[in-house]
């Protein structure tokens, strides 16, 4: 079996599939790997670094050679429709690949009669633990959060007792307690601050106070639903939400919002309304900007200064630190290749509700997309 990862192509994506560390791993599965020429100096691995691990190097001049001789392609972001089409009949591509967002790139793989599974669509069960990406990269995604945070509010974290005076403790407000909310969480009670945070599900609580945070009760309708996700909520229970949390929004020095849905547009939890009275200084963290944003201003990539108060948009927050967010993502492809070989084989079985969750197209057919 050939698996072959090839360098990034989407714009500001720092982050490669494989590791040099999971080439014996995957080695012992039966593949021979081959990655293309420079595909994780971003991530600050060398081809010298591959070739000693045991792949072979392939130059830039014969990836579409490779990508038609090839097994199983693994990538971060989904392969561009043009690399797609390339796929020999059989061949299996791994991506963060989005039914909602990559209609070119499943239509390109469709037509090339090949498979793609998407770590987007990864059924997040105790089995398939290791194989969620989207929880390894939200990991990074939190902690990224909370230093952009301390880096741009113009205060200190912690508590300070000096000579000159007492600093208080900056406050941070993190809504939604996911994996990221919670490293988020983690990381700033670390860093000194005071910690709150809001979630919807009930199951967040005693999570949140694990790490140090101190939990919002605002005495609503608990929304937990299947799969470690929140239910959508009606709009006269977010209106009410959005009220009762506008208090605690006001007294923070730094907010951090997390919540979001795959494949979805992100809720919209913080209006401009319920930001016009933080103090200036103050600083809002919006992870979800890149699917709408939770905050009503924030824009995916930018930072924006709304009445002395910094708003930055979240965009590619995990390709931001590549080198562990890498290593993460391909012990998660070296997860999900465990399940797929069998007796040195491939072997996709969409009995298994892995692969029947995260299968986007199968031998050319299209399961999920619009």
Request: proline share 4%; glycine share 8%.
């Amino acid at each position: 079996m050939k698996l072959f990862v090839p360098a990034e192509t989407r714009e500001g994506e720092a982050r490669v599939a494989l590791v040099p560390d999971t080439v014996p791993k995957l080695a012992k599965l039966g593949f021979e790997v081959a990655v293309e020429s420079g595909a994780g100096v971003a991530s600050s691995i060398s081809d010298d670094t591959y070739r000693e691990a045991g792949a072979e190097v392939i130059a830039e001049q014969h990836v579409d050679a490779a990508l038609g001789a090839t097994d199983v392609i693994a990538t971060v972001r989904p392969l561009d429709p043009e690399r797609a089409a390339k796929l020999k009949e059989g061949a299996i591509a791994l991506s963060f690949l989005q039914p909602a967002n990559d209609t070119e790139t499943i239509e390109a793989i469709a037509g090339a009669k090949a498979t793609a599974l998407s770590f987007d669509l990864v059924p997040r069960i105790s089995r398939a633990q290791s194989m969620d990406a989207l929880t390894s990269q939200a990991l990074v995604s939190g902690y990224r959060a909370t230093l952009v945070g301390a880096q741009l509010l113009p205060k200190f974290f912690p508590l300070f007792m000096t000579a000159a005076g007492t600093i208080p403790p900056a406050k941070v407000l993190v809504l939604g307690a996911g994996v990221a909310g919670l490293q988020a969480i983690a990381t700033a009670k670390r860093l000194g601050a005071l910690v709150s945070a809001y979630d919807v599900r009930a199951a967040s609580a005693d999570e949140v106070r694990s790490m140090g945070g101190t939990f919002i009760e605002l005495e609503l309708d608990e929304l937990d639903s299947s799969g470690g996700y929140a239910k959508e909520m009606t709009e006269d229970r977010a209106a009410k939400q959005r009220e009762l949390l506008t208090p605690y929004i006001t007294a923070s020095d730094v907010l951090i919002t997390t919540a979001a849905v795959p494949g979805r547009q992100a809720p919209r939890l913080v209006t401009a309304d319920m930001i016009k009275d933080m103090k200036a200084g103050s600083v809002i963290v919006d992870l979800a900007s890149e699917t709408g944003g939770n905050v009503e201003g924030s824009v995916a990539g930018e930072i924006v200064e709304e009445d002395g108060i910094t708003i930055w948009g979240a965009k590619d927050v995990a390709s931001s630190m590549p080198v562990h967010a890498s290593q993460l993502y391909a012990m998660n492809v070296v997860a999900l290749l465990g399940l797929l070989v069998s007796e040195g084989e491939l072997n996709l079985d969409l009995e298994d509700e892995v692969f029947d969750g995260c299968g986007v197209v199968v031998n050319g057919e299209i399961r999920k997309g619009n």
